[in-house]
């Protein structure tokens, strides 16, 4: 474990002395090596299907001479459409221009900016965090936070929004559709030459059933092994090149935003665990209407500068690996350190951010209810 926990450090910094020498020559975007390489892998696999498929086809043709073909024919288109990659839906309320054109017309400005594509929804989630997603036929989401969009500063929220926009213009591989779809094909090859798990009904307890031949279980076990072994390596490519796409996107918010306002919400991000004490200390009876993201924005107002300390001195001594999608907070802040001191490319105080607050009251509002439920729930 000490091995490889050494192993996935040296590949994370390796990867963050490539980001940053392509950073300080300008260049923001591109995949690098392990980009190269997941890109790759994924298609290979997502195409595993169809290679079946082509095989089925050809074991029906040459089953007008004998009926065994009919038979493995069967088989394998059986196993083709088994392995066939679902498309992801979109399934949770989303946000569309009718409902939100000055969020959108600022996103829009910001895809003009960094050379992006154009933004089709936003969710708004009860979640500390943002993200960019892509589902189905190429829609793309952004994912808003509630509890973190009220902890920010105007500032702040435009960083937030030009890191998540950056994502698309950088090719981060952990959102497209063919890495996706590569580990999807993985876990069904896995399932496919796995014995299934049943349930006990008089327990309510899960067991594997084998029958199979002690030949067939071998084989099945080093079939596993393999396909093991293709998702441990796709996902270190994955886990590496987003690391990549992090730093990009952090260089790319920066020229929409600024260095000051994408530093300035890095230290915020930091300072999460204090939001989260907050919930846990307060108690929720279910009797009054808590506003749960006022409660968590008050706890970050409230930090005493020796809080703020503890949470940086903890975030600066964060060792880097590459089993993680982001990189440490002190690396992204010696990427910030490299860049010039320049000026955002949309100005805070010309965005109708009072329009965009109206625009987004009720979703936050219902995002709130919803974390209060679950709070009152536990």
């Known amino acids: 474990m000490q091995f490889m926990d050494q192993l996935n450090r040296?590949?994370?910094?390796?990867?963050?002395?490539?980001?940053?020498?392509?950073?300080?020559?300008?260049?923001?975007?591109?995949?690098g090596t392990a980009g190269f390489a997941a890109r790759a892998l994924s298609i290979l696999i997502v195409l595993t299907p169809f290679s079946l498929l082509a095989l089925s086809a050809l074991l029906f043709w040459l089953a007008l001479w004998s009926a065994w073909f009919l038979l493995w024919g069967g088989l394998i288109l059986s196993a083709a459409l088994y392995l066939w990659p679902r498309r992801t839906r979109n399934t949770l309320p989303?946000?569309?221009?009718?409902?939100?054109?000055?969020?959108?017309?600022?996103?829009?400005?910001?895809?003009?900016?960094?050379?992006?594509?154009?933004?089709?929804?936003?969710?708004?989630?009860?979640?500390?965090?943002?993200?960019?997603?892509?589902y189905g036929k190429n829609e793309r989401i952004v994912g808003i936070g509630g509890a973190l969009w009220i902890c920010l500063t105007p500032p702040q929220r435009l960083a937030l929004l030009a890191h998540e926009v950056a994502h698309l213009a950088n090719n981060d591989p952990a959102r497209m559709h063919v890495t996706g779809r590569a580990?999807?094909?993985?876990?069904?090859?896995?399932?496919?030459?796995?014995?299934?798990?049943?349930?006990?009904?008089?327990?309510?307890?899960?067991?594997?059933?084998?029958?199979?031949?002690?030949?067939?279980?071998?084989?099945?076990?080093?079939?596993?092994?393999?396909?093991?072994?293709?998702?441990?390596?796709l996902e270190r490519l994955i886990f590496a090149q987003s690391q990549r796409a992090e730093y990009f996107a952090d260089a790319q918010a920066s020229t929409v935003a600024g260095v000051p306002a994408v530093r300035s919400l890095l230290h915020t991000l930091i300072l999460a665990p204090l939001a989260f004490n907050a919930l846990r200390d307060h108690h929720f009876d279910g009797a009054s209407k808590v506003q749960v993201f006022e409660l968590m924005a008050e706890a970050l107002r409230a930090a005493s500068p020796d809080q703020i300390a503890h949470h940086r001195a903890m975030a600066m001594g964060e060792l880097i690996?590459?089993?993680?999608?982001?990189p440490?907070?002190?690396?992204?802040?010696?990427?910030?350190?490299?860049?010039?001191?320049?000026?955002?490319?949309?100005?805070?105080?010309?965005?109708?951010?009072?329009?965009?607050?109206?625009e987004l009251a009720n979703p936050i509002a219902a995002a709130d209810r919803k974390l209060l439920d679950r709070l009152v729930v536990q």
């Open 94 to 134: 989303t946000l569309t221009r009718e409902d939100a054109p000055g969020l959108f017309n600022l996103l829009d400005q910001m895809c003009d900016i960094l050379g992006a594509p154009g933004i089709d929804g936003v969710h708004v989630t009860p979640d500390f965090n943002a993200y960019l997603a892509v």
């Open 328 to 358: 440490p907070f002190r690396f992204r802040i010696d990427l910030l350190d490299v860049l010039s001191e320049r000026p955002s490319s949309l100005s805070v105080k010309t965005i109708p951010w009072r329009q965009i607050e109206n």
């Open 10 to 31: 040296a590949f994370g910094d390796g990867v963050r002395v490539e980001a940053l020498r392509d950073v300080q020559s300008g260049r923001l975007s591109g995949g």
């Open 183 to 233: 580990m999807q094909t993985l876990a069904a090859w896995h399932d496919l030459f796995s014995p299934p798990a049943m349930i006990d009904s008089s327990t309510n307890t899960a067991y594997v059933s084998d029958g199979r031949s002690l030949f067939g279980q071998v084989v099945g076990a080093v079939f596993c092994a393999g396909v093991e072994t293709l998702g441990w390596t």
């Open 321 to 326: 690996s590459i089993d993680s999608t982001h």
